[in-house]
């Protein structure tokens, strides 16, 4: 994987972030939440419809451009987050905490830290019946944990440009 990939555009600094996450976390909510502009390539399906390409959003903010991915949430699609993936230079780990954490989750992880890629554990829904977001703490490695409601933007925007300010600050100390 390119890692920290980095592109002055236009005397921007340029991101690509992908989200990967189970069916439902919330990672379609989330960039449309972030960018109201975002585009969705979707199919319908049992519980409603369903991201079969990707999702694909863009922040700018400080000199920063942020390309926001993500990433179709079912095992069928992995060709899909491949292609995706391809260049990222940090992930978000999205998860749906009113559920048990499944084995395509876990899966997940395990990709993102086998291919050495800087990831962030955001923690959804930790608000509804059930959720227990304290029982993830040190799940995932050294990888930081936040909690983070994907229909709230303030706390999306704020959770994704403190990621960003790590991912710029590794490339700078290079």
């Not at 319908?44 to 694909?56: R, Y």
């Not at 926001?68 to 949430?73: D, I, N, Q, S």
């Amino acid at each position: 994987m390119n890692l920290l990939n980095l592109q002055p555009m236009n005397g921007e600094t340029k991101l690509k972030i992908v989200i990967f996450g189970a069916f439902g976390a919330g990672k379609t909510t989330m960039i449309r939440t972030l960018d109201p502009g975002a585009t969705h390539i979707e199919a319908n399906c049992a519980g409603g419809t369903t991201t079969v390409a990707l999702d694909f959003g863009r922040i700018r903010e400080d000199g920063l451009a942020i390309h926001l991915y993500g990433t179709p949430g079912q095992e069928r699609f992995g060709f899909a987050r491949e292609i995706v993936a391809r260049g990222m230079d940090g992930a978000v780990l999205l998860i749906d905490v009113s559920s048990t954490v499944d084995e395509f989750t876990w899966h997940l992880s395990d990709y993102l830290h086998g291919g050495g890629v800087p990831f962030v554990v955001f923690l959804n829904h930790s608000d509804s019946p059930g959720a227990h977001p304290d029982a993830f703490s040190g799940q995932f490695g050294s990888s930081e944990v936040r909690m983070v409601s994907a229909v709230d933007r303030q706390q999306c925007m704020d959770a994704i440009l403190e990621f960003a300010a790590t991912l710029t600050s590794r490339s700078r100390g290079r």
